[in-house]
């Protein structure tokens, strides 16, 4: 309950905040549903969501494709949105997730950024090399 309660102060302070919409980290080939949490966060805050894919296969010091996509503000009916709005909110997440993976194709070398169709992609090189710090920014 703390975490939730930093979680909003910390959205209400237009600070960024990361949650694995599963509630978790997912590893390679495993999947699961998208939990509420997040929908709930953007819904009673106002903060936009960000779709995020991150390339599920990672090895050590090597490059990590991770994929931005457009932030968006979920609707809801009411003042506040019921469980069903909130777990629809979440399955559009996950699926605005996966048609992002669909991009996961990388045209440039590591360290350098491309955006095509709004979206944002970047794959970070070994250290030492130039290139996001792994923020987005409006």
């Not at 590893?27 to 699961?32: F, M």
């Not at 979920?74 to 003042?79: E, H, N, S, T, Y």
Request: aromatic share 8%.
């Amino acid at each position: 309950l703390k975490a939730a309660k930093t979680a909003m102060k910390c959205l209400k302070s237009n600070h960024k905040l990361l949650i694995f919409p599963e509630g978790t980290r997912v590893g390679e080939g495993e999947s699961s549903d998208a939990k509420a949490g997040a929908a709930l966060f953007a819904t009673r805050t106002g903060s936009p969501l960000v779709p995020v894919y991150i390339q599920p296969k990672k090895r050590r010091f090597r490059p990590t494709t991770v994929i931005f996509g457009q932030p968006y503000h979920p609707q809801v009916a009411g003042r506040k949105a019921t469980s069903e709005e909130l777990q629809q909110i979440a399955h559009d997440l996950m699926q605005r997730i996966q048609a992002l993976s669909q991009e996961a194709v990388w045209p440039g070398p590591p360290g350098s950024a491309t955006g095509s169709a709004g979206q944002w992609s970047w794959r970070r090189g070994p250290p030492g090399r130039a290139g996001p710090a792994g923020c987005w920014d409006p």
